[in-house]
C-alpha cells in the first residue's frame, strides 16, 4: 500500500484521549475514565486503545502540509472560508457519494455534527417535544437530546434472517402516531450498529416521513467509511421528498481522524430550512470555523485523500473480517453483525454472560484487566454489549483478540 497502516503510534502524552485515559470501575463499580498509567494490567500488559472512536494511523500527509503552509504565514486574524473550502467538499461529495446539483449556498460550516444536530432540531421543535431515533442509539444523541429537553423515542433495529440490522417500518409508525413525533434523527451509516442503509430502505422511510411530516436530521459524519462492496446513499439523494426535508451533516474529522482541530458542515437543500438552520447556529456567537480545520478539509479533500480513504477502507476491512471470523469460531455465546460502515463492532454478550454466570460489569472489566480498553455498550441501548474500535493496526487486533481468548472468553479453558 501507498500509506501507513501498520505502524503503531506511541500516542501516551500526545494529547490524546484513547492513550491517555482507560474507562475503568471506580471503587463503587462505575466505569469512570482514569489515568492510563493508575490501571494495572494482568502481567503488565500494554493498553491497547480501542474504545474512543478515533483511529490509531498516521495522518494523510497533505494534511499537515496544508496545515504546515497556512503556519508559515504569522497572522491568524478574522477570516472568511475560501471559495476551494466550498469547491473541495462540492467535489468530494459529488464524486464519492454521488451528491447531485451541490452549490456552495447548500453548505454551511458546524463546530461539531451534535452541535448541528442539536440547531437543526431547535428550528424543528419545542423542548419536551418527541423525537424518533433508533437503537441501539449512539450515545452523543442521548447526552445532547435529553441534555437540551427533548423526549428521545426509541424504535428497536432489528436483525433479519441473514443477521442484518434492518429498520422496523411497522413499529416506526406505532412510535410516530402514538408520541406525535414530526422530527427524527438519523445515523446514516448508522452508529454503532454499522448498517449502510439501501437505497430501498431510504425510500421507504421517506414514505413513513413524508406521511406524517416527520422532517429528519441525519448525522452522515461516518458516509466515507464504507466497506468495499457498498454504497452509501446520502439522505438528501434518496428521494425528492427527502431532498426537500432533510438536515443533513457531514465532517472530514471521522474520516482523517481530525476530531482535535474542530469542524463540521451542513448540507441543506430546502431553503427556508438551511436560512432557519444558518439562524439557530449563529445565536451562540460560537459556531466560527478555525483557519487550520480549515486547511485540514482543504489538505483531506484532495485526490490523495481518494487515495487514502480507499487504502484505509481496505484495511478496516481486514480488521472487521479478521475480528468477526475470530468471535464465530473461538467465543462461543458471543455473536456479531459484520459492519458494512464505519470500524467499530457491536457485539452481544448476552448467551456468554449467562452461561457462565457473569455481569457486564465483571465481563468489562476482564477485558481491561487484560489491556484491551473496550467500550461499555450498555451506554447505547445495548443491555449485553460492548463496542470495540478496530481503527489501529491489524497486529494490534490480533494481539487483542489473542488476550481476549486467552484471558477472558475462554480463561477457565486455558487455566
Not at 423515542?153 to 433479519?160: E, G, H
Not at 481486514?318 to 475470530?326: F, P, S
Not at 470495540?388 to 491489524?394: E, G, T
Request: aromatic share 12%.
Amino acid at each position: 500500500m501507498k500509506y501507513d497502516f501498520t505502524s503503531i503510534m506511541n500516542r501516551k502524552g500526545q494529547d490524546a484521549i484513547a492513550a491517555d485515559l482507560v474507562p475503568f470501575p471506580d471503587d463503587d463499580g462505575r466505569f469512570v475514565m482514569m489515568p492510563e498509567e493508575d490501571v494495572k494490567t494482568i502481567d503488565n500488559l500494554d493498553k491497547i486503545p480501542m474504545w474512543v472512536a478515533d483511529m490509531n494511523f498516521p495522518v494523510l500527509p497533505t494534511i499537515t502540509e496544508a496545515v504546515a503552509r497556512r503556519l508559515s504565514h504569522p497572522a491568524f486574524g478574522y477570516f472568511n472560508p475560501r471559495p476551494e473550502y466550498f469547491d473541495e467538499i462540492i467535489d468530494w461529495q459529488s464524486s464519492r457519494n454521488d451528491f447531485q446539483d451541490l452549490k456552495p449556498e447548500y453548505i454551511g460550516y458546524e463546530n461539531g455534527v451534535l452541535g448541528g444536530v442539536l440547531s437543526a432540531l431547535n428550528v424543528l421543535c419545542s423542548k419536551g417535544d418527541s423525537v424518533l431515533l433508533h437503537s441501539p442509539t449512539y450515545i452523543g444523541f442521548t447526552n445532547s437530546l435529553k441534555n437540551n429537553g427533548y423526549n428521545m423515542v426509541l424504535s428497536p433495529l432489528k436483525k433479519d434472517e441473514n443477521n442484518i440490522w434492518r429498520m422496523d417500518f411497522e413499529d416506526m409508525e406505532k412510535r410516530i402516531v402514538e408520541n406525535n413525533i414530526h422530527s427524527m434523527v438519523f445515523c446514516s451509516p448508522h452508529n454503532p450498529c454499522g448498517r449502510v442503509w439501501e437505497k430501498w430502505e431510504l425510500e421507504k422511510m421517506s414514505e413513513l416521513c413524508e406521511k406524517y411530516d416527520v422532517k429528519v436530521v441525519s448525522d452522515e459524519i461516518w458516509s466515507d467509511l464504507i466497506r468495499p462492496g457498498f454504497k452509501h446513499t446520502p439522505t438528501l439523494m434518496a428521494t425528492d421528498w427527502l431532498r426537500e426535508n432533510t438536515f443533513a451533516f457531514y465532517a472530514p474529522s471521522k474520516t482523517f481522524n481530525l476530531a482535535g482541530l474542530v469542524g463540521s458542515y451542513h448540507i441543506i437543500y430546502n431553503k427556508t430550512l438551511r436560512d432557519r438552520l444558518n439562524k439557530e447556529s449563529s445565536l451562540s456567537h460560537y459556531n466560527e470555523m478555525n483557519v487550520l480545520s480549515m486547511y485540514a478539509l482543504l489538505g483531506a479533500y484532495q485526490p490523495e485523500g481518494h487515495e487514502w480513504v480507499d487504502e484505509l477502507n481496505e484495511v478496516i476491512k481486514g480488521n472487521v473480517d479478521y475480528a468477526c471470523d475470530y468471535i464465530d469460531q473461538h467465543f462461543d455465546g458471543v455473536t456479531v453483525s459484520k459492519p458494512q460502515g464505519t470500524y467499530m463492532l457491536f457485539i452481544d454478550c448476552e448467551d456468554w454472560c449467562k452461561a457462565n454466570n457473569k455481569t457486564m460489569d465483571e465481563l468489562l472489566k476482564a477485558g481491561l484487566d487484560c489491556g484491551v480498553c473496550w467500550q461499555d455498550g450498555r451506554m447505547f441501548h445495548g443491555p449485553y454489549a460492548i463496542r470495540l474500535n478496530l481503527a489501529l493496526p491489524l497486529s494490534r487486533v490480533k494481539e487483542a483478540f489473542d488476550r481476549l481468548d486467552r484471558y477472558v472468553f475462554n480463561a477457565d479453558a486455558n487455566k
